[in-house]
């Protein structure tokens, strides 16, 4: 079994900090790619940021510049690091890895991300 923890989420006013972290643990030993999603309210979730198992990060176009995405391997971690956030950044963020021996995705359970304008 697999688990993931996220953690960081909270409120915080528009052009502030947070950093989310999500730390997998369990039966699960190699990971290829690592992400973030988000779900606003009434909204479809959407992909944030990925980060493959060699460093290569993808963002969406809306965090680019904004939002950094990295990993520690070592203790199967990736994080999320998120400045000038704006009001629209408000929504639960999920985190997703990616079990490079069974080539399925884990999800955390969320954690949720105000921001107030």
């Known amino acids: 079994q697999v688990q993931l923890v996220e953690s960081g989420g909270g409120l915080v006013q528009a052009g502030g900090s947070l950093r989310l972290s999500c730390a997998a643990s369990g039966s699960i030993v190699s990971i290829n790619a690592m992400g973030w999603y988000r779900q606003a309210p009434g909204k479809k979730r959407e992909l944030v940021a990925t980060?493959?198992?060699?460093?290569?990060?993808t963002y969406a176009d809306s965090v680019k510049g904004r939002f950094t995405i990295s990993r520690d391997n070592a203790k199967k971690t990736v994080y999320l690091q998120m400045n000038s956030l704006k009001s629209e950044d408000t929504g639960v963020y999920y985190c997703?890895?990616?079990?490079?021996?069974?080539?399925?995705?884990?999800w955390g359970k969320g954690t949720q991300v105000t921001v107030s304008s």
């Open positions: 997703v890895v990616e079990d490079a021996d069974y080539a399925r995705d884990y």
């Open positions: 980060i493959t198992s060699g460093g290569t990060t």
